[in-house]
C-alpha cells in the first residue's frame, strides 16, 4: 500500500484518481497542466499496479484510460518533451510524418482513440 501511496503523493500528484476526469476535462478543451507528461505515466502505472497486486479496492479501469490517453499524446506528437522521446529523422520527414498532427484538433483525435 506504500509503494502505491508514496509515489503519487510526492512526486506526481496529477496521477492520483483514475484519470478519467481528467481525460474527459482535456477533450472537452480544458488543458491541465501535467496531465500527460512521463512523470505522471510512470506513477500512475506503478502504482496501479501495486494497488491491485496488494488487494485494495481498487479497479485498473480508470487508470488504464489515463494511461492509454497519455501514449496517445505523446504518439500524436512525434517529438515530445512530455513523455520523454524524439521519433527518428527518417520517421518524421518520410512517408509517416507526424508534423501533420502536431495541432490541438488532431492530439484530441489521438488522445479520444487512446482512451477508448
Known amino acids: 500500500v506504500f509503494l502505491a501511496a508514496y509515489p503519487v503523493a510526492y512526486f506526481a500528484p496529477a496521477a492520483g484518481g483514475s484519470g478519467v476526469p481528467d481525460v474527459m476535462a482535456y477533450l472537452n478543451g480544458i488543458d491541465v497542466p501535467r496531465v500527460f507528461d512521463l512523470r505522471t505515466f510512470l506513477v500512475k502505472f506503478v502504482s496501479t499496479m501495486c494497488a491491485v497486486a496488494s488487494g485494495l479496492p481498487v479497479g485498473p479501469e480508470g487508470p488504464m484510460i489515463h494511461l492509454g490517453a497519455t ?26 510524418s507526424f508534423r501533420r498532427f502536431r495541432n490541438d484538433k488532431d492530439k484530441r483525435d489521438f488522445v479520444t482513440a487512446g482512451a477508448a
Open 71 to 96: 501514449i496517445a499524446a505523446g504518439l500524436s506528437q512525434g517529438d515530445t518533451g512530455a513523455l520523454g522521446f524524439t521519433t527518428p529523422r527518417w520517421i518524421t520527414d518520410g512517408a509517416v
